[in-house]
Nanobody
Framework: QVQLVESGGGSVQAGGSLRLSCAAS????????MGWFRQAPGKERQGVAA???????SYADSVKGRFTISKDNAKNTLYLQMNSLKPEDTAMYYC???????????????????WGQGTQVTVSS
């Protein structure tokens, strides 16, 4: 079955950086939409960044200019470079993949069938 495995989370101080990775197995990252979502305790899961198969990107307003989503098709791996981190970025971060090539609303959870187990990001002030 499809596996998405995140790594790279951790604890950093405000202003720091982290790079999340999501390694895909039995799933073609190059031909699907993939995205990063986050969920803080007591809050709904929200879209952070998404990358369509043809390369277009989408970002939540709260992370624009600070986060960059990218993909290495040869490694079948999705990345999220997070710079200038803020305490409000603290959350569990999840990688997700769509079942089809097309995604109409790439920052919405309903587009995605496949999810990783999550990696925790904690930003202290």
């Amino acid at each position: 079955q499809v596996q998405l495995v995140e790594s790279g989370g951790g604890s950093v101080q405000a202003g720091g950086s982290l790079r999340l990775s999501c390694a895909a197995s039995r799933y073609s990252a190059s031909s699907r939409c993939m995205g990063w979502f986050r969920q803080a305790p007591g809050k709904e899961r929200q879209g952070v960044a998404a990358l369509a198969r043809h390369g277009s990107t989408s970002y939540a307003d709260s992370v624009k200019g600070r986060f960059t989503i990218s993909k290495d098709n040869a490694k079948n791996t999705l990345y999220l470079q997070m710079n200038s981190l803020k305490p409000e970025d603290t959350a569990m971060y999840y990688c997700a993949g769509t079942p089809f090539a097309r995604c109409d609303d790439p920052l919405h959870t309903s587009e995605y069938n496949y999810w990783g187990q999550g990696t925790q990001v904690t930003v202290s002030s």
